[in-house]
């Protein structure tokens, strides 16, 4: 991570394991897919990425682990500062032309030029789900319905439930992380005042 000034924020990753603010690593399995999800702190933008295999639509970073990966870098920017959006290009300002020098004449109005509002950045928290065995899980709001790992980008303060369904010969065992705790078969019931990870457990039927 890197920033300007005071400029901070956090990562978590999907599959679990990464969840820092400076400087992390972790290893994961050959050949999957792992989702980075950047989140700024209060008083900073995020800035973009360097380094990432495939940037969402989302704008979070997805990386292929077919091997060694070079170090993943979010960027970060004071929200003071009039920093584009990731991607964007700044569109310069309109050059005001000097009035021609003439012989005595009413002096010409100056037209004042407007100045562009940078438009707020969407205060929004990312929502990862990982399953551990075979089955899938659902959402209430946010579009969640996935096997193995999926994310939603929602609102900061949003309440998300989420449901486990099982595939067949397979039983739900628990929830782990984002506050789920062991909640049996019921919904859990998650508050994305950041952004979260929640894993769910299947196992198999003892015949």
């Not at 989140?39 to 990425?49: D, H, I, Q, R, Y």
């Not at 096997?147 to 065992?173: H, N, W």
């Amino acid at each position: 991570m890197s920033g300007d000034g005071s400029a901070s924020g956090t990562i978590v990753s999907a599959p679990v394991g990464i969840d820092c603010g400076t400087v992390c690593e972790d290893q994961f399995r050959q050949g999957s897919a792992v989702y980075l999800t950047a989140t700024p702190k209060a008083g900073s933008v995020f800035a973009g990425w360097m380094n990432c295999d495939i940037i969402q639509k989302d704008q979070s970073c997805m990386m292929s682990m077919t091997g060694p990966k070079p170090e993943v870098v979010a960027r970060f920017h004071l929200a003071t500062e009039a920093t584009p959006a990731p991607g964007a290009t700044a569109t310069p300002a309109p050059v005001p032309t000097a009035a021609p020098t003439a012989a005595p004449s009413p002096e010409p109005t100056a037209v004042p030029v407007p100045t562009p509002t940078p438009s707020p950045a969407v205060n929004q928290a990312a929502l990862s789900v990982v399953t551990v065995g075979e089955g899938a899980v659902r959402s209430s709001s946010g579009g969640i319905d996935c096997g193995p790992v999926c994310s939603a980008s929602l609102e900061v303060g949003s309440q998300v439930t989420l449901t486990a369904v099982p595939a067949q010969g397979y039983k739900f065992k628990r929830w782990i992380g984002a506050g789920c705790g062991p909640a049996g078969k019921k919904p859990c019931t998650v508050t994305l005042n950041k952004s979260k990870t929640v894993k769910a457990k299947f196992v198999r039927k003892m015949r």
